[in-house]
């Protein structure tokens, strides 16, 4: 009896033990399950915001390769082309859509960095940009008007040669010879103003004077060929009597018509083209200071973001 006891409880002890071992197994291997996924969820989670930052990282690069080029093209191309605001307009388009993405990527991953003033670089940028889009009529019209000027003023300056050559045949006065001949000269330095304009508004203190002296030179030029059709005694011009001189001279105050209605266009839009100069200017300076806080969005997540 006692010896079928012991069997018993030793067959007792041994299912127990055996069956201990399977459940102490058993949570081993649940344990190593749940490790193994939140691995993975970890895993997944880190790839995904590496991901992000992959392609953050890349609308950063863009949007600094943007400003560049946009400065790079302000700077060497024509605002003359009618294809230059198009262009400026699709660069300004597409550097205000990563303006979007980046910041509210910033908001999004809660980035540690200064939020009003990464704003406030933003809207220094927009600022003379926009401008500079606004601008885009009148610097159209104000080169058109420059573009005819410059396309009459040899027309005017041939007919002014043919008035000169008929005054020396006709043996007029000298104070005839005098003024038709300075009006040569005065012609030539309007057209020489006009090329500055055309070559180059930067708004330096060259360009101004030229700009100046356009308008001045031009209104001497039109009130001494009306001193020669009509007389002037203030400048001491006499009316000329010689039919064939007085028929050039017609034909000059035709032409004169449409220059001078050219020339009013440019001087009266002459200060917003030395404002685009301005503009163009303080984008490029905007322009650096905006990549510089950039510069510091290019981070290492484990470092930059909060918690």
Do not use: C
């Amino acid at each position: 009896m006692s010896e079928q006891y012991e069997q018993a409880v030793l067959e007792r002890n041994s299912y127990g033990s055996s069956n201990s071992s399977w459940i102490f197994l058993a949570v081993i291997f649940v344990l190593a399950l749940i490790i193994i996924f939140l691995s993975l969820s970890k895993l997944e989670t880190n790839s995904n915001q590496n991901a992000l930052i992959i392609e953050f990282q890349k609308t950063l690069f863009e949007q600094t390769n943007g400003l560049n080029d946009l400065t790079a093209y302000l700077s060497n191309n024509d605002e003359k082309n009618k294809h230059y605001f198009t262009r400026i307009k699709k660069y300004s388009n597409e550097i205000y859509h990563r303006f979007i993405i980046i910041s509210e990527f910033i908001v999004d991953n809660g980035l540690l960095v200064d939020q009003k003033k990464f704003s406030r670089a933003e809207k220094n940028y927009r600022k003379p940009l926009d401008a500079i889009l606004e601008q885009r009529e009148k610097l159209i019209q104000f080169y058109k008007a420059l573009g005819k000027v410059q396309q009459t003023l040899p027309r005017l300056l041939a007919l002014n040669s043919e008035v000169t050559e008929l005054l020396i045949q006709d043996n007029t006065s000298e104070n005839h010879t005098y003024f038709i001949t300075r009006q040569l000269f005065l012609i030539e330095r309007v057209s020489n103003s006009v090329q500055i304009l055309m070559d180059n508004v930067t708004g330096s203190a060259k360009v101004i004077a030229a700009a100046d002296r356009i308008g001045r030179d031009m209104a001497l030029i039109m009130r001494v060929y009306k001193g020669l059709l009509d007389g002037d005694y203030r400048m001491n011009v006499a009316k000329i009597k010689n039919l064939k001189v007085r028929a050039q001279l017609q034909k000059i105050a035709k032409t004169n018509v449409p220059l001078s209605k050219e020339i009013g266009i440019v001087l009266q839009l002459g200060i917003e083209v030395f404002q685009f100069s301005d503009r163009r200017f303080e984008l490029e300076q905007q322009s650096k200071k905006l990549q510089k806080n950039y510069q510091t969005l290019f981070f290492d997540p484990n470092d930059t973001q909060e918690g």
